[in-house]
């Protein structure tokens, strides 16, 4: 490795530690937050589940896509597919956090096994959406420093979680959009 990726890594390493403890810390604090309650003259934005979860679906449809990209040699493909599914990342994350600041949570209201599932796949995917945020961008700055042998070695490892988050945030959504008021 030379000087220069080294120090080019160095600094990104930085910022995804500073990224990877703030997203989760300003997300979760900004979670609490109910502008209306605050007094502010918002309406509620009641019409972002089913955009944000459709989101999330196409997050997931999009690191399909990269894989099979990736599979059969179309880098270029790749690269623009892996940008699209951050992007996707970033909207969703901007449109919950609005969502929740200007409406009531929503209670599921299922029974028996079922709420035991629903809280099994909320939890986990909760867990891992945090626990994604620095694989996501460790192997984003590997393949901008062109560092490809640990790329794909941590890429192993960030696809199959970051393809959950995004598959179980349409489950949640789907299992507790019944329960919107």
Known sequence: MSSNTSREESKYNKWIVLLS?????????????????????????TFLPPIYASINGLTAVILLAAFWAIKNKKIELHENLMKS??????????????????SDSTKFGGEGTIRYVYY?????????????????????????????????KIARITF???LYVAISGVVVYLMIS???G
């Open 85 to 102: 599914a951050i992007a996707c990342s970033v909207l969703f994350l901007v449109m919950y956090v609005a969502y929740h600041m200007t």
């Open 160 to 162: 199959p979680i970051w």
């Open 178 to 180: 019944p329960y919107y």
């Open 120 to 152: 099994f796949i909320l939890i986990t995917h909760i867990i891992l959406s945090v626990v994604v945020i620095p694989f996501v961008l460790v192997t984003y700055v590997r393949a901008l420093s062109k560092r490809f042998d640990k790329h794909r």
């Open 21 to 45: 403890i703030a997203i989760p810390v300003v997300v979760a604090a900004l979670f609490g937050v109910n502008l209306r309650k605050l007094g502010f003259d918002v309406k509620p934005l």
